[in-house]
């Protein structure tokens, strides 16, 4: 099973941005972002594969980007216009084979989490 340790959680207000970032400790085809606000369910944000295919939930299309640096095995999410709607605890995830899904059922590895509040 794949470590994964996340960071670059915080603070911002409204409108600015954050760069969240996942260490893995070894590669994997795809890798997703996930969050979960307080009494929500988990939502699928995103995932990007290490060929750099990458797909976004519409919630967050336009505004986060995914990237994959393979060199490094790790994770990026960079989340620009910030909303208050965005406060959560934000998750990376890891799943094994080479295909990619949105179902968060399919991730088998997953990190501890890292708190996103934005204030408006």
């Known amino acids: 099973q794949v470590q994964l340790v996340e960071s670059g959680g915080g603070s911002v207000q409204a409108g600015g941005a954050l760069r969240l970032s996942c260490a893995a400790s070894?590669?994997?085809?795809?890798m997703g972002w996930f969050r979960q606000g307080a009494g929500t369910k988990r939502e699928w944000l995103s995932y990007?594969?290490?060929?750099?295919?990458?797909l976004y939930a519409t919630s967050v299309k336009g505004r986060f980007t995914s990237s994959q640096d393979n060199a490094k095995n790790t994770l990026y999410l960079q989340m620009n216009s910030l909303k208050p709607e965005d406060t959560a605890m934000y998750y990376c995830?890891?799943?094994?084979?080479?295909?990619?899904?949105?179902?968060?059922?399919?991730?088998?590895?997953w990190g501890q989490g890292t708190q996103v509040t934005v204030s408006s």
């Open positions: 995830a890891a799943r094994s084979g080479t295909l990619c899904s949105a179902a968060e059922a399919t991730y088998t590895s």
């Open positions: 070894a590669s994997t085809y795809c």
């Open positions: 990007v594969t290490s060929t750099g295919t990458t």
